[in-house]
């Protein structure tokens, strides 16, 4: 034997339980007494819930509308008229009317579909930490083609907010008048996004100034589609304002699916008839019209819906509660019957000898 072979490690494993496999272990022995129980328990668990679920769901009230070709007074749909002059703005007009009185806080949402925020590159085209206020600073690559303005030929602006996220922003607005008593509807812009997104991923830059906003962003252009720079966002509204306006972080969130609806205002409840909700009666809604869809196939609604303690109408989880609960008891009911007819009980399935039959 060579020198040193005496001194290799031993790959025999230690003496412990576990890495000799000695520690105790437990398998439960699957029975009908043992299985069926957990059946019916989660089936009537289950359907309850469902049904409480739909109870808050269907306690929400919700109107919608659809203003994808709204027409002007002169019969031709914005849509149409933007679609001949990119960039421009359209005015359009539509009644309608809510045939009960809503109780609760009002929301109001705009909703968008086939348009896919969830697209990997159009995800990754923001710069972070130009929403958290070093607006200086080169804008990240990620946000080309979205990231610089050329002015002429030799010189360029970086774009504040980059990305093609930002240049996409929602842009039309919308204007509510209860037509029973022709005042408009107030609509309040604060408390729309996550507290946390604008405390911790949105920020204005050092000494921006709301009486001269656009100090802080000299040299520095708007995004490419936008009407008007970031520093007017909620010009008029205190804390609203710039990189913190909370249209533009609810848009920033990217929504998982290509039909989806963003919060746009909350309806105020310290007018006449909107005090506890929602007055039953006939609207005007007065559509400023800049944003295109039609181009990609899209539509644009417009939607007021009321909230429950599980949030807004949707019935889909009930549904799913109950429909899972009662596959659950029927699965019960059928391996009853199966036991039943064909099951042997514990102490055969136990007793198990060499002359015992397949």
């Known amino acids: 034997m060579p020198n040193g072979a005496n001194n290799r490690p031993s790959m025999r494993p230690r003496g412990r339980a576990i890495e000799q496999q000695r520690l105790p272990a437990w398998q439960p022995i699957l029975t009908a007494g043992t299985v069926l129980p957990t059946f019916f328990v989660i089936g009537i668990a289950f359907i309850p819930v469902g049904v409480g679920l739909l109870y808050f769901s269907n306690g929400v009230q919700h109107f919608e509308l659809d203003y994808t070709y709204c027409k002007t007074s002169d019969g031709k749909t914005c849509a149409d008229k933007i679609a001949e002059a990119p960039g421009s703005s359209c005015e359009c007009k539509i009644q309608f009317n809510i045939t009960d009185s809503w109780k609760g806080k009002v929301y109001v949402y ?57 240049n996409s922003m929602f842009n039309d607005t919308f204007q509510i008048t209860f037509s029973n008593s022709g005042k408009e509807v107030k609509l309040l812009k604060t408390g729309l996004a996550w507290e946390s997104d604008k405390r911790i991923k949105f920020a204005n830059p050092s000494g921006f100034d709301p009486a001269n906003a656009s100090g802080v962003f000299l040299k520095t252009q708007k995004p490419i589609n936008w009407q008007k720079p970031i520093y007017n966002l909620g010009l008029n509204e205190p804390g609203n304002q710039g990189l913190v306006n909370e249209d533009f972080i609810v848009w920033m969130r990217n929504a998982a699916f290509p039909n989806f609806r963003k919060l746009y205002a909350i309806v105020s409840d310290d007018q006449e008839f909107f005090r506890y909700g929602f007055a039953a009666g006939n609207y005007e809604l007065t559509v400023s019209y800049t944003f295109p869809v039609t181009k990609f196939d899209g539509t644009k609604r417009l939607m007021l819906s009321t909230t429950s303690l599980l949030g807004g109408k949707n019935p889909f989880l009930g549904i799913a509660y109950i429909v899972v609960g009662c596959l659950f008891l029927v699965t019960g009911i059928v391996f009853i019957f199966v036991h039943i007819k064909y099951g042997k009980t514990t102490q055969e399935m136990i007793s198990v000898t060499p002359q015992t039959p397949y």
């Open 110 to 166: 705009y909703g968008l579909t086939n348009f896919y925020q969830n697209h990997r590159r159009y995800v990754k085209s923001r710069d972070d930490f130009q929403l958290l206020g070093d607006v200086k600073k080169t804008p990240d690559q990620e946000c080309r083609p979205f990231a610089f303005q050329s002015l002429n030929a030799t010189y360029k602006e970086p774009i504040v907010p980059c990305g093609a996220i930002a």
